[in-house]
């Protein structure tokens, strides 16, 4: 089984268990925070002038604890983190944000949350605190448009990971915020000694083995290392329906379930031309053609609108293709013939982008479809495989006529529709934002 | 049951509970936050919820504002119902599981918790601006200590680690000129 479960990716009020469990995520997280003591603003407060640390103690266990299980889950294999909501980064807002939120906490005891907590057990400062968070949440939405440009792109780099800022295994970076949480948890009982006057030695010996188990987990994390790329494609599967017709009867419906090498064998990811064309004309998906050939063959011919990343520089618009797009997108991938397109695909579909296909017979047969007519173009005698198979009196990118057929002209065309469009998560709707 | 004193008395009578300890605090918390990682691909937060509650009540008091604030537009535009968002049960949850613990832990009572050298109404004022200001900063760093620190902080988000030492760096920065309303 692999998680996040897919039925509770997607949050809407079509599937109300989602909001069940949520609610009930919400429950033990409001439950936790009062039992550490956050319904107090002073036990909050004091960690701004070091008396206690019980704030920067639960924050960076909490953190830690999810961590390791987070990145041992990915590294075994049974959590797809490309699934896994990880918040865009803005570095501008983020940090002026974060000065602001800074100021909000020492001056009203309390974070959104820990209000919460402090609210419903009866403090009013709790709840003088969440109505002010209802009047600032408000402000903001009423002074954003003066700053909307700055908002969204000043210091935008979408979904980072710090092992990719500092380019190490996910591993190291694990274990290095283990070591420097246990550095701050050390650090923050000898401040508690000396400006709390707290008598460290009536604390629980069990939080040395605590912390020693901790560090051995982060190891094993990192000996455990990132699922490689093709273990990752072998865990893919699809979904299909069949439909068999019944005579007198209602058609039976069966749902079918592939692997990913499965799919290409049975062609179920390969679009003819027609489908492919028609996919700009409908108003359900947002199709992206990934041409994956040569800048040269790309530069002689290629379909009006498509995108050239070449098979060799694939994987660095992996990150991009995961967070940016639209959830409708439909990625149609094309070589000249197909062997580029379906190593393409592999890649793509191993990394858990969704709604990828392969343009059947690749650029080639798109000609001999669309462009049949054009007497410009002189087929070339034997060309090798995944080699273009025409030869163009001169390099006109998509000015070809062919290029960008007239959606009149071929207003009706046949085909069996081979796309089936999967809404996964939409990517803008995770996170707080 | 007993009582020790008057003051100590909680709704419902409960004997009031000593907190956990905060490593045992912060496992627990880090395994709820795993989980939910773990299950639905999201993390846990609450202040994205303030803001879609506010959204709420403009679209029912004032549709036409929404239509020209472009923030709100995101929320409550068109069709779209702005409490149809997985943080709105979170937020409900949360406020729930509060009060559920400070039930069963005797910890329900009306008071206000304060640094000794200042009076109630000051520190409601204090706290009520402190929201304020809070909140502002959440929704300008699209999330807050739940959706940024803790969410982000496990998932290694880049941003997300910026933000946290940027509140903790805007808190140590201001607390010496608060004092007085702590210490």
Redesign the interface.
């Given at each position: 089984m692999n998680?996040?479960?897919p039925s509770?990716?997607t949050?809407?009020?079509s599937n109300p268990w989602?909001?069940?469990?949520?609610?009930?995520?919400?429950?033990?997280?409001?439950?936790?925070?009062?039992?550490?003591?956050f319904?107090?603003?002073?036990?909050l407060?004091?960690?701004?002038?070091f008396t206690e640390?019980?704030v920067l103690?639960?924050?960076?266990?909490?953190?830690?604890?999810?961590?390791v299980?987070?990145?041992g889950?990915v590294g075994l294999g049974i959590?797809d983190f490309s699934?896994?909501?990880?918040?865009?980064?803005?570095?501008a807002?983020?940090?002026?944000?974060?000065?602001?939120?800074?100021?909000?906490?020492?001056?009203?005891?309390?974070?959104?949350?820990?209000?919460?907590?402090?609210?419903?057990?009866?403090?009013?400062?709790?709840m003088?605190?969440?109505?002010?968070?209802?009047?600032?949440?408000?402000?903001?939405?009423?002074t954003?448009?003066y700053f909307?440009g700055w908002?969204t792109n000043a210091g935008y780099?979408g979904?980072?990971?710090?092992?990719?800022?500092f380019g190490i295994p996910?591993g190291a970076?694990?274990v290095i915020?283990i070591l420097m949480a246990l550095f701050m948890?050390w650090g923050g009982e000898q401040l508690e000694r000396i400006f709390g006057k707290k008598d460290l030695s009536k604390e629980?010996k069990l939080?040395v083995a605590?912390a020693m188990t901790l560090f051995a987990a982060a190891v094993a994390v990192l000996a455990i290392g990132s699922p490689s790329l093709e273990d990752k494609y072998n865990k893919v599967e699809f979904t299909r329906t069949e439909t068999i017709p019944q005579l007198n009867a209602d058609p039976i419906v069966n749902t079918l379930t592939y692997t990913a090498d499965e799919m290409l064998e049975n062609r179920l990811v390969f679009i003819t031309p027609a489908e492919a064309f028609k996919a700009k004309y409908n108003q359900a998906m947002n199709p992206v053609y990934l041409d994956v050939r040569s800048e040269a063959d790309y530069n002689l011919y290629h379909i009006e609108d498509a995108v050239n990343v070449p098979l060799e520089h694939l994987t660095e618009v992996v990150p991009v293709l995961l967070s940016e797009p639209p959830a409708n997108t439909v990625i149609i991938l094309m070589s000249n013939d197909e062997t580029a397109a379906i190593s393409a695909w592999k890649t793509l579909v191993g990394s858990s982008v969704s709604n990828v296909y392969i343009l059947e017979g690749g650029v080639n047969n798109w000609i001999a479809f669309f462009g049949k007519d054009d007497e410009t173009l002189q087929s070339a005698p034997k060309p090798g495989d995944d080699q273009l198979g025409y030869i163009f009196p001169a390099a006109l990118g998509s000015r070809y006529e062919s290029c960008d057929p007239s959606p009149i002209e071929y207003e009706k065309l046949e085909f069996e529709a081979k796309i089936k469009l999967q809404l996964k998560?939409d990517k803008s709707?995770?996170?707080?934002? | 049951m007993t009582v020790t004193s008057s003051n100590k008395k909680s709704i419902f009578n409960r004997p009031e509970k000593p907190y956990v300890h905060p490593y045992f605090g912060g496992i627990v918390l880090g395994i709820v936050l795993f989980l939910a990682f773990f299950l639905t691909g999201n993390g846990l937060g609450s202040s994205g919820a303030t803001s879609r509650i506010d959204a709420a009540i403009v679209d029912v008091v004032s549709p036409s504002h929404v239509d020209n604030t472009p923030y709100l537009l995101k929320m409550a535009g068109g069709d779209k119902n702005p409490l149809d968002d997985w943080i709105v049960p979170v937020f409900f949850g949360a406020l729930f599981g509060g009060f559920a613990s400070g039930f069963f832990n005797g910890r329900l009572k009306f008071m206000t918790t304060k640094g000794p050298n200042i009076s109630n109404r000051t520190r409601w004022l204090m706290a009520f601006l402190g929201g304020v200001i809070f909140l502002y900063g959440a929704r300008m760093a699209r999330g807050c200590t739940s959706g940024q620190a803790l969410s982000g902080g496990a998932t290694l988000a880049a941003g997300s680690w910026a933000i946290m030492f940027a509140i903790f760096g805007g808190a140590y920065a201001t607390a010496y000129f608060v004092r007085k309303f702590w210490l």
């Open positions: 998680f996040p479960l509770l990716v949050v809407s009020a989602t909001y069940v469990l949520f609610a009930v995520i919400g429950f033990a997280f409001g439950f936790t925070l009062e039992m550490s003591g319904g107090d603003s002073r036990k407060a004091a960690q701004f002038y640390m019980t103690k639960v924050m960076f266990t909490a953190i830690t604890v999810a961590m299980l987070l990145f889950a959590l699934q896994v909501w990880v918040n865009p980064t803005y570095l807002s983020g940090i002026l944000g974060g000065l602001i939120m800074g100021v909000g906490f020492i001056v009203g005891g309390f974070c959104p949350t820990t209000s919460l907590a402090s609210a419903s057990t009866g403090k009013i400062d709790g003088l605190f969440m109505f002010g968070g209802f009047v600032g949440a408000f402000l903001f939405g009423e954003e448009k909307d908002y780099y979904r980072l990971t710090l092992d990719q800022v996910v970076v694990v915020v948890f629980p939080r605590g998560r709707g995770g996170g707080c934002g | -």
